[in-house]
């Protein structure tokens, strides 16, 4: 069958390619892949700048937001053929950790978790592949290939009950506004889940044109093109930033709103330094009562969480965010950057 491998820290190396069946060690369930998404992990990855190949080997197959249509399974698994499923992507530290012993592996304490597609596991981006029952997600045969959103939806799933279980250190919390900086699929579906809820939901991205703004205003949600907005006047009860752009993170520290929240769920690369006042920024977080806390990955609860606002979504609001699918064979397109993308996901079968 065909993959799509890359051999870790080796930039250019990414190739189609045969490769085996896949091992029945991976798990009892068998699935025919329908699409992958991209997002900036697999292009880090590409470049040469993330990602550990399986023990032992030195290439990895890519991808780790999946959806697939389930080609054989055991009848004691929960699950049946023709099953829509999507595979959690971390899988626990083998101690393992507190966190991981309890199905929290996105909380993981040492470092020793592994990633399908990112970290010593292969990934998802082969015509079939397997999963542990475990570690699959049925989603509704009605999402079809939308089902590819549910990996980067269960992250702003955790983000979310995270900055809803700080928020409740305060009896009083009311949440009424959110911020959220950056138009990105993190970004808009973050958007999504603040509207699902009913709350007033600003996103501030740089793009003036193209379909973000619009995607935005579809939701019900304030756009704020180029220059972040009064942030002070916005009071929001939330911000989530999911830019990495240091000028931006520097941005929403300072300007949180007392008691505000800001979570920080965009990846930066490091390297460039910003001005920041660090004492005044302390002072200002200790005489608010400001919290600042980062967000990575998704255990099976968000997961669920995920699938649940997937499934009250507007499915055309969802098929808008994927600006592009391309087909396996032409994987390289999918890795350059076109003015318009959203989401851009690769077609693992053809048509
Ligand atoms: C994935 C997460 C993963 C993180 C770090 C993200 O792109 O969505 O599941 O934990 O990269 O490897």
């Known amino acids: 069958m065909r993959a799509l491998t890359v051999q870790p820290g080796v930039s250019g190396s990414a190739r189609l390619e045969q490769v085996a069946e896949p091992a029945l ?40 937001e999946s959806i697939g249509r389930v080609l054989e399974a055991p009848p ?30 996105d909380m993981c304490r040492n470092g020793a978790y592994t990633e399908r597609g990112i970290k010593s596991l292969d990934g998802y981006a082969s015509e079939r592949f397997r999963l542990e029952p475990a570690y699959a997600v049925r989603v509704e045969n009605a999402l079809g290939t939308l089902g590819v959103l549910l990996e980067p939806t269960s992250v702003v799933a955790k983000a979310w009950e995270h900055a ?17 900086t950056g138009a990105g699929p993190i970004g808009l579906l973050a958007a999504l889940l603040g509207r699902l809820r009913g709350l007033d939901v600003h ?9 973000k703004p619009m995607l935005v205003a579809e939701l019900g949600a304030t756009y704020h093109a180029a220059t972040l907005p009064s942030v002070e006047r916005l009071a929001p009860d939330m911000i989530f930033e999911c830019t990495g752009a240091p000028a931006v993170v520097a941005d929403v520290l300072t300007r949180s709103a007392p008691s505000g929240i800001v979570c920080l769920a965009g990846v930066s690369s490091g ?10 920024l302390n002072r200002r977080m200790v005489l608010e009562n400001d919290v600042v806390f980062g967000s990575v990955n998704a255990n099976r609860r968000h997961y669920e969480q995920a699938a ?10 969802l098929g808008r965010l994927i600006t592009r699918q391309v087909p396996l064979d032409r994987w390289a397109d999918a890795f350059e950057r076109h003015e318009d993308d959203v989401k851009v996901v690769l077609r693992m079968e053809e048509a």
Do not use: K
């Not at 809803?164 to 959220?180: C, F, H, K, N, T």
């Not at 501030?204 to 193209?210: A, L, M, P, Y």
């Open 271 to 280: 390297g460039r330094t910003v001005p920041l006042d660090l004492g005044d």
């Open 164 to 180: 809803e279980r700080i928020g409740q250190r305060s009896d009083a919390w009311r949440p009424r506004s959110v911020l959220i």
């Open 203 to 211: 996103v501030f991205d740089r793009v003036t044109r193209g379909p």
């Open 25 to 64: 060690t991976d798990g009892a369930l068998l699935v025919q892949a329908i699409a992958v998404g991209i997002c900036g992990t697999d292009v880090d990855i590409v470049r040469g700048e993330y990602g550990w190949a399986p023990d032992g080997r030195q290439r990895l197959i890519l991808g780790h």
């Open 308 to 317: 649940g606002a997937l499934a009250r979504a507007d499915h055309a609001w």
């Open 76 to 105: 004691d698994s929960g699950f049946a053929p023709g099953d829509l499923v999507v595979g959690i992507v971390r899988r626990p530290d083998p101690l393992p950790c507190a966190y991981c012993a309890q199905g929290e592996w």
